[in-house]
C-alpha cells in the first residue's frame, strides 16, 4: 500500500504533499539512485563500444561489460526488493515513467514533490541539480568504478596494438586477485590397507570328517583364498589408478597456477609501466561518464534510458527484473 501510495504521490505533483506521510522516507532514495546506477551501466557500455579496437578485443571486451553489468544490475534488483518486495519492478517502472516524462517537460511541481520525498537540504531547484547530487553524493563510487573499469579497458586495448604478449582482458582485470596456492602432495596408495582382511584358518579333524568332506573343505577354503586374493590385487590397482589420476591432474592444477602467476606478474608489470597513463585516463573516463549522466535531459533519455515516459520504464523494468 504505501509503495502505490508512493507511486501516485510522485506521479501527480498537484497533491499536497505536506499533508500525507510515507512510513519509510527512503523509498524516493531508493528509487532515484537506482534509475540513475541503471544509467551509468547503460553509459558505460556505450562508452566502451566507441573503444577503436579489433574484433577479438570487441569480443573480450563485450563478454567483460557484459559479465560486469549483470553484477551490476543483480546490486539494483537486490536494493528495490529490500525496498519494495513484491513491488519493486511495478514501482521501479512507474517511477521512471513519472521521473523521465516530468524531467523532459520540466515539471517543477513533480520536482518540488520529489525533492520533499528526498529530504534534501537546501532542496534542488532544476533537474540538473538533483541529477548533480544523486550522482556526485550517492553514487560517487559507482562513477568512479565506473571510470576506473573504463580506463583499464581502454589501456589494456591499447597495450594489445603495440605488445603481442598482453595477457587477456580477464587476466589483465584479474592481475591483482590472488592465484590458487599450489596443491598438497597426492595422497599414495596403501598397500596394507587393500588387502582384505583373510578368514581365520581353522585345522580339520580328519576324524571327525570323511575324505570327501575333507576335499570340499579344502578347495572351499583355496577358493575363498584364490577370490581374496583377487579382490586384494584389483583393489591395489584401483587405488594406484586413482592415486596415478590424482597425481597427474594436480600436476596439471600445478602448472595451471604457474602460468597463472606468471601472466599476473607479466599483467601488472605492464600495468605498473601504464600507472600514470591509467589514473589520468580514470579521472578522463569518470568526468565524462558524470558529464553524460548528469547532461540535459532529452539527450539522456534518448541515448541511455531507451525512451522517456513508459518507455522508458518498461525498457529499465525489464533490464533489471527479466
Known sequence: MKNLLLSLLLAIPSLCFATTQ????????????????????????KSASNINSDIINKEQIA????HW???QKKIIKNNLQS??????????????????????????KYLATLTAQLDLSPAPKTFSELRNIAINQWLKDDINNAGSLLSEIQTWNDLTQKNSSTPSLKSW???????????????????????PDLPE??????????????????????????????????KQIAEERKSAEEEYAQKKSAQADKEAAAVKAHAQKLAAAESEIMEQRKHTWTARVSKLITSVAGGTFSAVTGGVG????????QAIFD
Open 69 to 71: 553489468s549483470k553484477e
Open 22 to 45: 510515507i512510513n519509510n522516507n527512503n523509498n524516493a532514495n531508493v528509487l532515484l539512485s537506482s534509475y540513475f546506477h541503471y544509467n551509468i551501466i547503460n553509459e558505460v557500455k
Open 83 to 108: 525496498q519494495f518486495a513484491d513491488d519493486a519492478k511495478e514501482t521501479f517502472s512507474f517511477f521512471i515513467k513519472n521521473y523521465t516524462a516530468a524531467e523532459n517537460e520540466n515539471d517543477t
Open 63 to 66: 563478454n567483460t561489460l557484459n
Open 173 to 195: 582485470l584479474d592481475r591483482d586477485k590472488t592465484v590458487t596456492s599450489a596443491p598438497q602432495e597426492p595422497p599414495k596408495p596403501s598397500l596394507a590397507s587393500a588387502e
Open 310 to 317: 513508459s518507455a522508458a520504464g518498461a525498457a529499465a523494468a
Open 201 to 234: 584358518f581353522v585345522e580339520l579333524d580328519e576324524e571327525e570328517k570323511s575324505a570327501m568332506d575333507i576335499y570340499d573343505s579344502l578347495q572351499s577354503k583355496r577358493r575363498e583364498k584364490a577370490l581374496a586374493e583377487s579382490q586384494k590385487f584389483m
